[in-house]
């Protein structure tokens, strides 16, 4: 289960892998100009979910051309295949069940809101295993690019909520959040104490990319061929500054485990940029909400060969 902003239709590489949805999103009054049952699957839906999926299950070759083949060139070049780049999810044969719960505003998602799809999750696999899968859905993991401030962390609502996931037989994995570098910043449920709790890491290859990129379309008067490793010079893994971080307020350790969250590649997600603005083109973006669905995916692949 993606727990996100839905789907945006159109992405062949996502939406092959989509098993079914639901939307908890209020979007207005029902019918075709407002709420739907299916508004989880409509194309003006924001991109942040249908980027994450693609982390998970994406399996797609694509064209790339100007400033990003050049940088794919000269820090990936293992990434590119007769010239055109792969974007393999870390689980390109599982399946997607997608939950809505991010409307097309910035105002984000209530806690009530949340806490519905949770249980919403639970009760789908509860289903299935009580009907020996006749109804339902075996939900196996469950990614949670989300998260709120708490001052009770494993036991806000939302932890517990992730507890009961647990429970039902559902890892719960999900992001740190993004308002390091302090102490105690980890997001609801992130706190939780049965979740997989994500953070953020940076890749240099990723983070060269992205500042190639960045100065080749936004500030062309100061690009000029390898500023990404001039203003990345180390080679090795960093943690980026933005990235949540324990120690949680009881004294647990978070994150559990970091994943690349800078310089992510996908498709779906141009954040400030309308939704027409990045449609079936590649974006890079950053922020732990990335680097969660990575973990999702192996989590899946995991759990299947070690049951």
Known sequence: AVIDSGIRGGFKFVSGSVVGGIDFVDDGPPGPAGD???DWKQ?????????????IVGNGIFSVNGVLKDALQRYSPSSLVDGKLSLIGTAPLAKIYVVRVFGDSSAGASKSTILAAMEHVIDQ???????????????????????????????????QAADAMLRAGIVPVVSAGNAGPSTLTIASPGSARSAITVGGMSRAVNERILNEVFYGTDATDQYYPGIGADLRPYAGVEVPWFSSRGINADGRVD?????????AVGL??????SADACYKRISIVSGTSFGAPIVAGIAAALGQAVP
């Open 36 to 38: 739907s049952e299916a």
């Open 43 to 55: 194309h003006s839906n924001d991109g942040h979910g249908t980027f994450a999926a693609g982390l």
């Open 125 to 159: 696999r509860a289903l299935y295993d009580r009907t020996g899968g006749r109804q339902g859905i075996r939900i196996d993991v469950a990614n949670l690019s989300l998260g709120v401030r708490t001052l009770n962390p494993g036991g806000d609502l939302l932890d």
């Open 255 to 263: 994150p559990d485990v970091v994943a690349n969250a800078v310089g």
């Open 268 to 273: 779906g997600y141009c954040p400030d940029q």
